[in-house]
């Protein structure tokens, strides 16, 4: 495959380079013939750090449509995905050089009957250690856990397992060289998480003062993901009749959570950006949810660097474009920072060394 060169202002200090790509990686030193492919501002790949590659509404999908998943999440510029769970076995994924990089968490690990059906492990706390251990080994580093739903007998959200079962399972994870993440949408959940050394909490709308001082101390990671957030009222209505105090917690949470997020990124909680992308909402759809974080207050340069370089030195992967970084990265036409709506048309994705979009 011929050297390929790139140029433009490369993200995130905006300096213009001239970037080559020869063998997959990154090279700055000029190789013979190397072909001029493109301009533009040249961005790492960006990362979706909340994904369900394999979901849809009934639970897991077909190999065909995880294709169809990965391919509109990479024509996204999305190049890393770390998956929040899913019932579909996605390990098949790595062997494909034209889909994006995964970073599987197994499946979601819930209470019995109090989770959506056909998408998690469902157990009672006594097994608690054992699964998330059993997903621990087979996932990429990360498990998911379902830290609060609505309970039918309280009629609002409680915590899915009691603090002394989500202490001694995080152990066990962690023990087995997974981080831990969880779904929180209220409050009651987030202390026994937090105090159990937790590693991020997806969604979070629940968090106090309290919470978010000692994610800080700890360095306990966000994932709002608030185009989900976004449909609270919906999740109200539909359970009003039969859940009137659910349906009064979802509102209130859709109040406050503006105040909420901001108060984290005040404070100095790391945020990252996840579109939720599976069952019923859509794949390769970051960009609306950059721009759905911007709009309720962050930086548009912070939203930025936390679903590109920022979101790829915390999962582990190049933040920048180095001499021998894998040639992952995206090109647009304008300066994203100022203008997010570019993020919707890149020029050229580039994976793995190869343009693919």
Known sequence: MSALRFSGPVLPDGEVRDVFVRDGVITYERPSGAETAGEGWIVPGLVDAHNHLGLEDGGATSDEVIEEQALADRANGVLLLRDCGSPADTR?????????????????????????????????????????????????????????WISRDAGDL??????????????????????????????????????????????????????????????????????????????????????????????????????????????????????????STRHGVLHEEIRAMVEMGLPADYVLGAASWRGRAWLGWNPGLDEGDPADFVVYP????????????????????????
């Open 92 to 148: 098949w994924v790595h062997e494909r050089e034209d889909l994006p990089r995964l970073i599987r968490c197994g499946r979601h690990v819930a209470r019995t009957q109090r989770y959506i059906r056909n998408f998690g492990h469902e157990i009672e706390p006594d097994a608690l250690p054992d699964v998330l251990g059993e997903q621990a080994e087979a996932g990429d580093g990360w498990v998911k856990l379902v830290g609060d």
């Open 158 to 279: 409680v915590p899915s397992f009691p603090a002394e079962a989500v202490a001694a399972a995080i152990g066990v994870a962690h023990a087995r060289g997974a981080k831990v993440t969880a779904h929180c949408f209220g409050e009651a959940s987030l202390s026994p998480l937090l105090d159990a050394g937790i590693d991020c909490i997806e969604h979070g709308t629940g968090l106090t003062d309290v919470h978010i001082a000692q994610m800080v101390a700890n360095g306990v990671a966000l994932v709002p993901t608030v185009l989900q957030t976004d449909k609270f009222p919906g999740f109200a209505d539909a359970g009003r009749s039969k859940f009137p105090t659910y349906a009064a917690t979802m509102e209130s949470l859709h109040r406050t959570r503006r105040d909420v997020l901001m108060n984290a990124y005040d404070a100095g909680v790391a945020l990252f950006v996840g579109s939720d992308g599976g069952g």
């Open 334 to 357: 304008r300066n994203p920072v100022e203008d997010l709506s570019v993020l919707a048309e890149p020029s050229y994705v580039v994976l793995r060394g190869r343009v693919v979009s």
